[in-house]
């Protein structure tokens, strides 16, 4: 069965830190470019960043996260992390990975459950 799980959520204050993780079982996560979504309340869903095969080794990171978050594969763990720095009230959201690094694209792809993030004082 293909699935997505992701990890790492969590209530965190404005500059901190956290790291993303997700993790694939039933299929092999590296013959698949990844992407990160996320979703406010009351907001459409976004794409933040996406990596390719690590055949390809490119990145994309949005311009509301480029230069903070970082995402990276662990092929041995076959888990791909989302690396969140300096972060702001305004990343406040559910995060998503999935197997698309578009959201036209959304439905070619699967998902994970989502990850709740709250950046918040």
């Known amino acids: 069965q293909v699935q997505l799980v992701e990890s790492g959520g969590g209530l965190v204050q404005p500059g901190g830190s956290l790291r993303l993780s997700c993790a694939a079982s039933g299929f092999t996560l590296d013959n698949y470019a990844i992407g990160w979504f996320r979703q406010a309340p009351g907001k459409e869903r976004e794409i933040i960043s996406c990596?390719?095969?690590?055949?390809?080794?490119?990145?994309y990171y949005a311009d509301s996260v480029k230069g903070r978050f970082t995402t990276s594969r662990d092929n041995a763990k076959n888990t791909v992390y989302l690396q969140m720095n300096s972060l702001k009230p305004e990343d406040t959201a559910v995060y998503y990975c999935?197997?698309?690094?578009?959201?036209?694209?959304?439905?070619?792809?699967?998902w994970g459950q989502g990850t709740q993030v709250t950046v918040s004082a």
């Open positions: 990596i390719t095969s690590s055949t390809v080794g490119n990145t």
């Open positions: 999935a197997t698309v690094c578009s959201v036209v694209a959304a439905e070619r792809g699967s």
